[in-house]
């Protein structure tokens, strides 16, 4: 099921792999990211998926922020949407789109890049 970001409800899971607080996380200096915090993603277009991204979140403008870093050190930045939405591109340069993967999981296209993370779904977003 493929959906704009502006008409799905979900909350991310508590997990670790959308929070890096405790533990390890990447830095821009070449440092490690623990395995906890760690996404699949498909970058420049790829079609395989890789555990190669690493994943952090911010307080933001408007709310935390989810930001998803690159192994090439680039990185794409999300709002954390509170009001059932989901998530909304912080930068909003490229068009994102939401996929429902199943097994607690969606899929995230923002421009060339797709990323697998973690999501509890709301009933009303599978509708």
Same mark, same amino acid.
């Given at each position: ?15 670790? $792999? %959308? +929070? ?8 821009? @200096?070449?440092? /490690?990211?623990?395995?906890? =915090?760690?996404?699949?993603? $498909? %970058? +420049? ?8 991204? @690493?994943?952090? /979140?911010?307080?933001?403008? =408007? ?18 949407? /509170? ?45």
């Amino acid at each position: 099921m493929k959906l704009s970001y502006y008409r799905l409800a979900l909350v991310f899971a508590g997990s670790a $792999a %959308l +929070a890096a607080c405790g533990g390890e996380s990447a830095d821009q @200096s070449g440092g /490690t990211a623990s395995a906890a =915090n760690k996404v699949e993603c $498909a %970058l +420049a277009g790829a079609s395989a998926f890789e555990r190669k991204c @690493s994943t952090e /979140t911010m307080p933001g403008e =408007n709310g935390k922020m989810l930001v998803i870093r690159h192994p090439n050190a680039g990185f794409r930045r999300f709002n954390i949407l /509170t009001d059932g939405r989901g998530l909304s591109p912080a930068d909003g340069f490229d068009e994102t789109t939401i996929n429902l993967i199943g097994g607690g999981m969606i899929e995230v296209s923002s421009g060339d890049d797709k990323y697998r993370l973690p999501a509890d779904i709301k009933a009303s977003a599978q509708k």
